[in-house]
């Protein structure tokens, strides 16, 4: 691992299990990532509150669910830092002071957090879930991170996160580095209507189990102008063919011309989607089984992952301090 390179921070909020849109998204670069560069992951609890504050039993079972799902997928804790948010208190001092060089209308401006507000139907925004990109700037600083794979709909985010840590050097003292995303494609949900998402209810899970997936690609949107099997459809428009071409792309090219002639039906057509994704998710369940089996180790990873990010951040948060004149005597 060449130390001298990017240092990745990345993560999700712990409001449930992660399915195949985290997968595509996210998950399986991180994997590779995790070879090449020293990779933070964080399990973000304390994000999670801001719209599951009323469910802290959720967010809490979420962390060990979370923690599960990435290893089964493939997250080796021996090269990556896995750590639980709340755990670091560093990160909420670094959001308060992040949230000293920024206007609640800069932060209400945020598309993404406009967008998520309007689909959760709030009509006034709670001050946590207004100041979540400073949260998310402070998540990113703390370890030092230079490069955050996310999905697109972090794109705002990141570029406040640039625009604090940018605005702490040019106040201070050039402590922070500015980070850059880097986004992973974006996979539909079932309901071909917007991307998978846990809260729109279209998602495939990857703890799903062989028989659950079929059941969820059966209900799954195709083609409206496909009513008879020898209709010809139009693939691109339907998300069971982006599964296809995302999880057994050799087969793509052959699925979209018979699906554009007529000659496969969408159940058959599904199905065989279907397989594909099993076949993608055997090995992680194999392996989440196994961690089931494991419980403490499960939990030591997370102690150990979770001291060494606090220590990185007790580090950073010196630095701040000595950078900003507020570093009065060491307690
Ligand atoms: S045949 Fe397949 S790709 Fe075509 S509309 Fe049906 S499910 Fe979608």
């Known amino acids: 691992m ?30 590779q990532l995790q070879n090449e560069y020293k990779t933070y992951i964080l399990l973000a609890d304390i994000q999670a509150l801001t719209t599951h504050y009323d469910q802290p039993e959720l967010i809490a079972d979420s962390v060990h669910q979370v923690t599960l799902d990435y290893l089964a997928v493939g997250i080796d804790p021996n090269k990556a830092t896995l750590f639980i948010q709340s755990m670091i208190p560093e990160i909420a001092e670094l959001t308060v002071i992040f949230s000293m060089f920024i206007t609640v209308n800069n932060l209400r401006h945020n598309p993404t957090i406009k967008n998520e507000a309007r689909d959760r139907g709030y009509t006034d925004l709670y001050y946590g879930f207004l100041g979540y990109p400073v ?61 998978m998402s846990k809260s729109m209810g279209n998602a495939i899970s990857l703890n799903a189990r062989p028989d659950d997936v079929h059941a969820k690609l059966t209900k799954a949107k195709t083609d409206p102008a496909r009513i008879h ?103």
């Open 135 to 195: 949260s998310q700037a402070a998540d990113i600083a703390f370890c030092k991170a230079t490069l955050v794979p996310a999905g697109e709909d972090q794109i705002p985010h990141i570029e406040t996160a640039r625009k604090l840590v940018r605005r702490f050097n040019e106040l201070y003292a050039p402590v922070l580095p500015e980070p850059r995303i880097l986004t992973g494609e974006r996979l539909g949900g079932l309901d071909g209507i917007g991307k």
């Open 229 to 331: 099997r020898s209709d010809p459809g139009n693939p691109n428009i339907c998300p069971v063919f982006a599964y296809h071409q995302l999880f057994r792309n050799e087969n793509a090219e052959e699925i979209h011309a018979n699906c554009s002639q007529g000659t496969i039906g969408c159940r058959d057509c599904k199905q065989l989607a279907g397989n594909a994704i099993n076949e993608l998710l055997a090995p992680f369940r194999a392996r989440r089984q196994d961690y089931e089996q494991r419980e403490d180790e499960v939990k030591e990873i997370l102690i150990e992952g979770t001291r060494q990010a606090r220590k990185v951040a007790r580090e950073t948060m010196l630095e701040v301090r000595e950078a900003m004149g507020i570093r009065y005597f060491n307690l």
């Open 2 to 31: 060449n130390m001298n390179k990017d240092i990745i921070l990345t993560g999700d909020r712990t409001t449930g299990q992660l399915h195949l849109g985290h997968y595509v998204g996210s998950l399986r670069s991180r994997v």
